[in-house]
């Protein structure tokens, strides 16, 4: 037992344990709760802390667990995996303050936060999972954390929302459960390995690597919402705000395309996946899902749903990035991992912030939101602006390492898809933003609380899409520092295509 | 050392006659009774581990004559099984019954089923076998009936006679045996059984009685209305034990005295029948109307999951992969044992806080009861085999048995009897969604929420992700 | 020659037993069904039991013995159940 076998195992603790213990404290105990939350979070990101700077150091974590002869749980952090555990971390913390406040005065709040930190605990769990027997394992316990989140409002709609959510995922579980059985009947167990393990084997099993190739595509593809499988994502909207963020930006979505990369480099490896043609299914898919879901987006009143199908297009750039042999292209879709997330939860943030304090739900109410909230506006408009592709925030630095990485790899028509799709960003963020900022206030918001205290809404809803909305400039501005994810991306990239 | 085997029976039967000699003491002597024999099976596990198996003849009369007791890894597990369900069950009971009539009913009767049911693990011929079966199945009739319903009553009368046609027909099977070879002991059955008509039919016989007994499809149509009629407690031991205690005896049957006799055709036919009970199961528990019909029907699709093992076990060589096979089998069995019996338990708190147990209507009650509905929704994990249940690891196992060996169509049954799972235990679930009012607490009523609490949550985590000492326990290459 | 006659009719009273068992609805109808399934199979025992000049196999007789106990108790739960049965729906 030393610290290099106990820390992955610790991290997905960390919240696991707070989680557990929530659900055991009394509704009334909010200081309790809380510092449960808090204290969970802030344990994790210096754990993570720790992994970074380990990892950097080329420190190898492994935590393992034999469940049966064979089939062993397997948590260990490579450069990838400590990627999408920061993100997760970080944004964790943001939303679990933002969730704080934004569930004041709202029912049943230990279960909300219990499944809250399970939700997080799995994500943290995929992320680390260093085989695809551990990986389906916390697949499938993130799609039993989050539905109590998606039904938490116990509305006759929350309750259809779930409903849909649960049938498609689980249904992309048994996929990719049959998939992960098949490739284990193949191989044997073994680990995930930077640049993939099935090369040997590629000889005479085309037919069965192609077919398993797509059942996990399947399995992992409804998670990640790859159309057309995406049909729960935008039905899922009933969701709380800080669930929406989560959804979105850190989890569910999130380990639908961290799958993807994890199998397309670390199973199959992407020479092989080239050699198959599994790269341009791949890639076929991500191009029709990022436009589809832009063109989708243009035509959503709903403030949140717009963003629901815009994040059915964004994600959809991780997916691009793998498809795309290369490590420039392998770069900008790892970076976009952390860059949509980032930008994302801001702009769900805010659309949270505009529903509680004004009562704001539909683009067409919000002409004006931008003098009486200012703050949140501006986080907003730093999001919108990143998903379109404005230097110098995160989105650009996506857009322009895919850009770059598709010229290099020869594949010119993914420009045509970025252009296209940045126009269509274009199309439905700006004339959010004109109306927040250039149209006049109306007369009456449908819906105003009366806002204590010096700032536009409460501190607590305030400041996390503050925060976020900064981290999106930073991650842009400072993309060539050292650990910034561009960095971190690129060194992903260096140990994939060793 | 090997008195363990005699005490794991005689504690429990001498619980239940002090039970029965002194009714105004019947729950505490109960509950002590229920944690000396988990003792005692204790014990017996302990032994079975560091020596592989047990044996003991009762009174120094060796077989044939004498009464024989063995423990193997097999046996020792279900015990170990059975113990845990029995001891939460008692718990529980202790808590349930509102008069004292009940109460005083059910401990001498309870008891008596324990020790038939510890008696019928252990038993080493085929004839003390079928004495336990029959005093399992007298047990379990008599308690299912316990509420004195006309419904439960009828069910329960049902269940009783089709146990005697079963136990008659394995009886049947059983003579067979003697007359071609003269000794009913399963040890020197299993060297002297040699494949041909007379074995053959003696199998079937005793299969059939036992297939009705373990309620495989199609013979489980008795299985719904006495389980769901049943007090809670009583539902739970049922589906969690009795039910199992007969498909173990198959699994002797089939795996070890009579496995020369047993051809791929009949084991795929096993398979096929598991497979049908899959899939019917799960589907009349998705169309259930009341909680414990759904969970009845649930067990009738769980012993289906069993059966699938079987052609698989028997295409493959002995050697570890068998092994491993073997003991995600048992691990199944196990898993689905602790999380049903949890889960009748918690239905029992739901039905008895709501005054019934229609699903439709649970909205308000699901969603006041934080911890039971949280039994449901880790016993459901189990009987969907979500990770990370013990049912998910054995899954696995299973299915990649069936594409190893080429019988890949057995992942077909599997994922859809998976989604109908699913799509029945979320049924239950939503209901917890509503716009009641808040909980204030999580656990409301400890002595009968905790027991059904920790059962379900033993078949999920500890089984999921602790269940590699069960290789050892049942002799595999790979444990620790 | 005896020793097939006296199993042939153990097997055939089981058949009949079960034809009955089956067939019929009146609780009493498949009680006896079920008694006549076991004597069935405690005539087929007895059959076993014969080994000529030797004295009986005393294994079967054992069988036999104890199958009888579990018979009778069985029926009289079934007898309790159904008269309990019959008390309820009667006073209504």
Known sequence: MSLETLLPAAIVVSSLLPGVFIFLVKEESHILRGVLNMAGALIKLVLVGVMIWG???????ETRLTLAPGLDLVLSADALSVLFVTLSTVLWLVTTVYAIGYLEHSPNRSRFFGFFSLCVSATVGIALAGNLLSFVIFYEMLTLATYP???????????????????????????LLVGAIWLQAITGPVDFTQGGYLEALSGDLQGPLVAIFVLLLAGLGIKAAIVPLHGWLPQSMVAPAPVSALLHAVAVVKAGAFGIVRVVYDVYGIGLADRLGLLTLLGVLASTTIIYGSVRALYQDGLKKRLAYSTVSQVSYIALGASILGPIATIGGMVHLVHQGIMKITLFFCAGNYAETLGVHK?????????????TTLAFTVGALGMI???????????????????????HWVLLILAASSLLNAGYFLPILYRAWFRPEPDAWPKERPSKGRFETMGALLWPPVVTAGLCLIAGLLAAAPFSPLEWAALIARREYL | MDASLALAVSVPLIGGLLATALPKRAQGLGLLASVATVLVVGWVMAGVWQQGSLHAELGGWAAPLGIALAADGLSAALLGMAALVALGVGIYASGYFRSADADRHFWPLWLLLWAALNGLLLAADLFNIYVTLELLGLTAAALGALTGTVDAVRANLRYLLVGLLG??????????????YGTLDLGLLSNALEPGPVAATALVLMTAG???KAALFPLHFWLPPAHANAPAPVSAALSALVVKAAFYLILRLWLDVFAPVVTPSAAGLMGMLGALAVIWGSWRALRAERLKLLAAYSTVAQIGYLCLFLPLLQALPPG???????????????????????????????????????????????????????????AGTALIGLPPSGSFVGKWILMTSALESGQWWWILVIAIGTLLAAAYVFRVLSRAFNLEPTPRSFVTQARTEVPALLLALTSVAVLGLAADPLWRLLGAGGGA | MEQLLYGGAGVILFALGLWAFLVYEPLLRKLIALNIMGSGVFHLLIAIAERGELPPDPVPHALVLTGIVVAVSATALALAMGRRLEDDSGGR
């Open chain 2, 320 to 378: 570890a992969e068998r092994d491993d096979l073997f003991v995600a089998l048992v691990l199944m069995a196990l898993t689905h044992g602790l999380a049903k019996a949890g889960l009748f338990l918690a239905a029992g708190l739901v039905q008895r806080s709501a005054g019934h147990d229609r699903i439709d209507d649970l909205g308000g009650t699901a969603q006041h009861m934080p911890a039971t509905t949280f039994t449901i929704a880790l």
């Open chain 2, 167 to 180: 136990s008659m027909t394995y009886l049947l099977g059983v003579a067979l045996v003697y007359t071609s």
């Open chain 1, 363 to 375: 683009v067409s109410e919000m002409d004006g939101v931008g003098r009486r909230m200012p703050l």
């Open chain 1, 149 to 175: 989140l998606v039904a938490h409002r116990g509305t006759p709609d929350a309750t259809r929302g779930a409903k849909i959510y649960l049938a498609y995922t689980m249904s992309g579980g048994v996929l």
């Open chain 1, 55 to 61: 990892v950097y150091q080329g420190e190898t974590y």
């Open chain 2, 210 to 212: 036992l297939a009705l």
């Open chain 1, 389 to 411: 592709g404005i230097p110098p925030i995160a989105g650009f630095v996506s857009k322009w390492y895919l850009g770059l990485g598709a010229v290099e790899a020869d594949a």
